[in-house]
């Protein structure tokens, strides 16, 4: 079992910026590729980027490829995304996740998830 908890959301305007954390615990959940998914009213949960927790590997959706940055601390068992230049389109609940892949159905821990909402 793998616990994940989220936190770090919360207002800002477009053109800001937020880091989100992801504190892991329980049996090996190192072994697992992280990955933050969102999901905004009406739409379906998708992909926006995941790191491997011991190369430390990165893969992010287009969408947010050059603005936010996924890193993990090891020491600390927490997985970040940093979020930058944020957009009113990246309004959404940020969830965290253990698994591999890249599509939701790949992850088998989720967080609770933690709302953002970028104000134009």
């Known amino acids: 079992q793998v616990q994940l908890v989220e936190s770090g959301g919360g207002l800002v305007q477009a053109g800001g910026s937020l880091r989100l954390s992801c504190a892991a615990s329980g049996r090996s959940f190192s072994s697992y590729v992280m990955g933050w998914f969102r999901q905004a009213p009406g739409k379906e949960r998708e992909f926006v980027a995941r790191?491997?927790?011991?190369?430390?590997?990165?893969y992010y959706a287009d969408s947010v490829k050059g603005r936010f940055t996924i890193s993990r601390d090891n020491a600390k068992n927490t997985v970040y995304l940093q979020m930058n230049s944020l957009k009113p389109e990246d309004t959404a609940i940020y969830y965290c996740?253990?698994?591999?892949?890249?599509?939701?159905?790949?992850?088998?821990?989720w967080g609770q998830g933690t709302q953002v909402t970028v104000s134009s």
């Open positions: 790191i491997t927790w011991s190369a430390g590997i990165t």
């Open positions: 996740a253990a698994g591999r892949g890249i599509r939701p159905s790949d992850y088998e821990y």
